[in-house]
């Protein structure tokens, strides 16, 4: 079985004040029963790392470098945060593909570093409005996954996040259908690239998740917990997915 998964990322939102709404998640999270993951701003990860202390939270990074190090301002290696405690870094963001012009190729790049350093690469993938509305989801979010999810990909160094650019920070979301109808997807494309691997990689689902579409999105069967940005935030926004996520997870229970 899939463990469930939630995971936030900050984007380029955050100081030191803000590790009081990491105590405050841990406060009522003291043992989880999903795993659980945030994706501070990089200048946060060590510092999240060390508050986190012995809970089972994890630490990711927003992006890495393809390249191990090197002569790269201001870019940061996967070991450079593995090193500062991360475990896992996103990749392939659709932000980062729009505001630094990345590639599949590319994000496959960083997703090969991110396993070289020992993380788990979290890939991301999604269609455009105007992709959607042209039908061309799958043609595109297949396309993505063929090209920006290495050979190689396992359930121990992969996740997937399927994340509609046009549901991320508008408040919009998918039905309920068309969020089954690309993790479905996605998942049979997976099938037939990896095998049996496929079956453990976990399909992410993010755009607009918050606490009142939590709990309908995660009954979705092929989505094993949700990529989060805006809720991600606060321990009080964040708090009540992770509880979704958790009951979720005991319905599913055999
Ligand atoms: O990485 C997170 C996604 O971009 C979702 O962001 P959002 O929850 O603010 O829509």
Redesign the pocket.
């Known amino acids: 079985m899939r463990r469930k998964l939630a995971a936030g990322?900050w984007?380029m939102n955050g100081t030191a004040a803000s590790l009081s709404e990491v105590e405050a998640l841990i406060a009522a999270h003291p043992s989880p029963g999903v795993e659980i993951l945030l994706c501070p701003p990089a200048t946060l990860v060590g510092r999240l790392a060390a508050l986190k202390g012995q809970h089972s939270l994890m630490v990711g990074g927003q992006d890495c470098h393809a390249k191990a190090s090197g002569a790269h301002t201001g870019d940061v290696a996967a070991a450079q945060l593995a090193d500062a405690g991360a475990t896992h870094v996103?990749v392939g963001?659709?932000?980062r593909r729009a505001d630094h012009g990345e590639s599949d190729e590319a994000v496959a790049d960083k997703a090969r570093a991110a396993w070289s350093a020992g993380l788990v690469a979290v890939i991301?993938l999604g269609e455009t409005l105007a992709e959607r509305e042209a039908g061309r989801t799958l043609e595109v979010v297949g396309r993505q996954l063929d090209a920006s999810v290495p050979e190689g990909a396992t359930g121990l160094n992969t996740v997937v996040?399927y994340?509609p650019v046009w549901?991320?920070?508008?408040g919009l979301t998918p039905t309920s259908e068309q969020i089954a109808e690309v993790h479905d997807f996605l998942r049979s494309r997976l099938s037939a690239r990896l095998g049996a691997d496929a079956a453990h990689v976990r399909l992410l689902y993010?755009?607009?998740?918050?606490a009142s579409n939590a709990a309908e999105i995660f009954a979705i069967p092929e989505v094993d917990g949700a990529?989060?940005?805006?809720?991600?935030l606060r321990a009080a926004d964040f708090s009540p997915i992770v509880k979704a996520l958790e009951q979720a997870a005991e319905i599913e229970l055999p």
């Open positions: 990322n984007k996103i963001h659709s932000e991301c996040a994340e549901a991320i920070g508008t993010g755009g607009s998740v918050k990529l989060v940005g805006g809720a991600s």
